[in-house]
């Protein structure tokens, strides 16, 4: 049985998108850039990058999705990346890897997008969290809610573009 009309398949959904090799610089502290299953903005692509580079830690980027809780998301049905998406979350991955930085490529699905952004950060210790969501393609108050909870709740230095 497939899943409900208008669901995504399972090669496409549920699972964490791991892609571009690399892996992590032994005993270093990655720079993770985040987003809410929007584009990235700019800045915060620059600056990610950037720090990467100078660093000489690994990227993680990381997508994070709303995925509420229904019978077929338990199953991996539920979630499909647009493809305009993918495009867009893969160009700071594709041009952290031309610098010749490792680079991880992570989607988390969650019915608590900010709480699961939260647990990988405490997970993955990162020296940096730049979260980097277009603020102009998320609404204002969504947007702000988020950085409040990502600055009370994170150990580590955040960046936001604005």
Known sequence: MGPPPGVGSRSRAGEAARDLGGGRASGGRPILLATLDV?????????AVD???????????????EVLLAPWALLGWGYVERDELQDDLRRPAELARSLTVPVERVRLLSPHPIDALVDIAAERRPSVLVFGPDPSLLRRRTYRRATKRILDRVACLVWLPD
Do not use: I, M
């Open 51 to 65: 720090s990467a580079v100078e660093t000489g830690q690994p990227l993680l980027v990381v997508n994070v999705a």
């Open 39 to 47: 584009p990235f903005d700019e800045r915060a692509v620059a600056f």
